[in-house]
């Protein structure tokens, strides 16, 4: 009885995954078609996002249609666009996004030099004119965040100005 026992092969742990590659390796080995960024691996062309750990992924999306497809057209416009992560994307500091700083800087002094009470900048008519007749009026927050965010800033601001006019 025992010639019929039949015995599973040794098991076989090894993954067939790189362990380590990275994305920079891949993008020396297949050349301009590829590049990296954020840790990232990016088709140039396409503009999606590959699994740098397994070659075959690459290889197989190199020899689609529609890489071929989109490398033709990428290779007809001649203009090179690159995807950005979004830890990339959030880091940029666009000037909408400095003068809506400023703006809410100059909003909060304003009040303070005039003896207007934050609580006034949630009213909805105040709310109404600054949309309407103030760039980036609209981006005014409540008073409660005016008074949390940009209130110590306008003080320590002020505080400095009249120690240095004191000097």
Same mark, same amino acid.
Request: hydrophobic fraction near 30%; proline fraction near 5%.
């Given at each position: 009885?025992?010639?019929? %026992?039949?015995?599973?092969? !040794?098991?076989?742990?090894?993954? @067939?995954? =790189?362990? #380590? ?5 891949? &993008?020396?080995?297949?050349? /301009? ?5 954020? /840790? ?38 001649? %203009? ?8 990339? *994307?959030? +880091?940029?500091? *666009?000037?909408? +996004?400095?003068? @809506? ?6 909003? &909060? ?7 207007? !009470?934050?609580?006034?900048? $949630?009213?909805?008519?105040?709310? =109404?004119?600054? *949309?309407?007749?103030?760039?980036? /009026? /609209? *981006?005014?927050?409540?008073? $409660?965040?005016?008074?949390? =965010? #940009?209130? !110590?800033?306008? #003080? ?8 240095? +006019?004191?000097?």
């Amino acid at each position: 009885m025992e010639r019929f %026992v039949v015995t599973a092969p !040794p098991a076989r742990n090894r993954s @067939k995954t =790189a362990l #380590y590659v990275t994305p920079l390796d891949r &993008v020396t080995e297949f050349g /301009g078609e590829l590049h990296e960024d954020g /840790g990232k691996l990016f088709c140039t062309s396409c503009n999606v996002v590959l699994n740098h750990v397994r070659k075959s992924a690459i290889s197989d999306h190199l020899k689609s249609k529609t890489h071929t497809k989109r490398k033709a057209e990428f290779e007809e416009q001649n %203009v090179r666009k690159k995807q950005r992560p979004l830890t990339a *994307s959030l +880091q940029c500091n *666009s000037t909408a +996004q400095t003068e @809506k700083v400023s703006v809410i800087q100059d909003f &909060v002094k304003m009040c303070l030099e005039a003896n207007i !009470p934050l609580e006034k900048a $949630d009213h909805p008519a105040v709310r =109404a004119f600054l *949309s309407r007749h103030v760039k980036n /009026g /609209g *981006s005014i927050p409540k008073s $409660d965040q005016l008074r949390r =965010a #940009y209130l !110590p800033d306008g #003080y320590e601001n002020e505080n400095q100005l009249l120690n240095s +006019q004191e000097c």
